[in-house]
């Protein structure tokens, strides 16, 4: 390979346009020797929401893969998508939007760099072992780039790692914290172990609301791989309309993308199932990383006291302590899951906006922002779950 072959970058409308095996060499290299760090950036995760149609036409999702070449070899990759709204970014920018349009400016169509609908950090700029300098900086003025060349108003990349986010920084991004809530297994031999680390009242709370929640009438499966069979996603895509119905307005992702996922990405998740008199009440959705469980989806057709809980945030510790998880994220938002042993952490994004006074205005406000979230995430801490001694050895 000759050191200084010049970079090509190529923008995709499909992953069709690339081999599987080329995207994944850069997107998750680690593969090779085992399960990816997280399945949201392979080309199969990918591959399904636009073979679904949960993204491209009349989404606002639009494909726009970005490819670099060096001498022929894709050397790094990333998602990127125009986009006609702000919808399922959970990085929240109506605000930027209407200050630009009442401004005289046209916010929409952007870019974004991210996996849709997905709140959970990972890497954005994929880069095949040994090009992550050259490939990241050739993926960030290629963007760039193609948001000048089309007049675009900005360019987002999100849940992206915080090293991304510090080396975005240094090439002329601007910086976005944000927060949302982990737990992080200590070790614990099981759930009374983690449970022993909580207060006295924080430990009590939790004993009563998995009980409650246990006793719903019914009985909770936890699938994963060939145990997830075509009718648990029947069942599923009820719960999903309904929660969709009510946080969004429409579902994100279309029924399809639950029949691809038994075929092609079963063995990347976990699938929560509570049933009462042989049918299906409620469920929660998870994906599997290298080391982290991810919490995606939950929804019901029947009310139960604790069941949200249980479903989506003690089943998931409760698997991550039996498979030695490091951690599980349980998505965007959410004060409540503070009492469950879940702490804040940082979230970082990047963002390049084509007005240079528009950019300078943010830039300020995005200061201001991470402040008052290090100062939040501070005082949560202080008031989170853990015992006295045990919270004094985190901070």
């Known amino acids: 390979m000759e050191d200084h072959a010049p970079l090509t970058v190529n923008i995709l409308s499909s992953l069709d346009q690339i081999a599987t095996q080329e995207w994944d060499a850069c997107a998750c290299p680690e593969a090779a020797e085992g399960r990816p760090l997280d399945p949201f950036t392979t080309y199969r995760f990918l591959s399904a929401l636009e073979k679904s149609g949960s993204v491209g036409p009349g989404t606002g999702w639009e494909p726009r893969y970005l490819v670099v070449e060096k ?44 996996v849709p609908f997905t709140p959970a950090t990972g890497r954005r700029f994929l880069t095949r072992p040994g090009y992550e300098a050259e490939g990241m900086s050739a993926l960030i003025q290629g963007a760039v780039q193609f948001g000048a060349d089309n007049e675009l108003s900005s360019l987002h990349i999100t849940f992206c790692t915080e090293d991304e986010a510090l080396a975005g920084e240094q090439m002329g991004l601007l910086r976005r914290a944000s927060q949302q809530f982990h737990w992080v297994n200590d070790g614990y031999a099981d759930f009374d172990a983690f449970l022993a680390s909580l207060s006295s009242r924080k430990r009590k709370n939790i004993r009563k609301e998995r009980l409650k929640a246990q006793s719903f009438g019914g009985e909770i499966e936890v ?6 069979q ?45 049933t009462r008199e042989g049918r299906p009440v409620a469920g929660a959705l998870n994906f599997v990383g290298r080391d982290t469980l991810f919490g995606r989806y939950w929804g019901c057709v029947e009310d139960h006291p604790c069941l949200h809980f249980e479903a989506c945030y003690y089943q998931a510790i409760d698997y991550a302590i039996q498979h030695r998880m490091r951690r ?8 409540h899951k503070l009492a469950r042993g879940y702490l804040p952490v940082v979230t970082h994004s990047l963002h390049w906006l084509a007005n240079p006074g528009f950019s300078d205005a943010v830039a300020r406000y995005l200061e201001a922002e991470r402040a008052a979230i290090d100062e939040d995430i501070e005082i949560l801490t202080a008031y989170g779950p853990f015992r006295r001694e045990i919270r004094e050895e985190q901070e």
């Open 71 to 114: 001498a022929g070899l894709p050397i790094a990759v990333s998602p990127l998508y125009a986009k006609g709204h702000s919808q399922g970014e959970y990085i929240f920018d109506h605000n930027w939007a209407h200050a630009l349009e009442q401004a005289g400016g046209r916010y929409y169509p952007k870019l974004q760099i991210a």
């Open 223 to 228: 699938l994963s791989g060939d145990q997830i």
């Open 230 to 274: 075509p009718h648990h996603w029947d069942a599923f895509w009820m719960f999903y309309q309904d929660t969709g119905a009510r946080k969004w307005g429409s579902p994100y992702l279309t029924r399809a993308f639950f029949d691809i996922a038994q075929e092609w990405l079963r063995d990347d998740i976990v699938l929560v199932i509570c």
């Open 328 to 335: 599980v994220e349980a998505g965007a938002q959410g004060e």
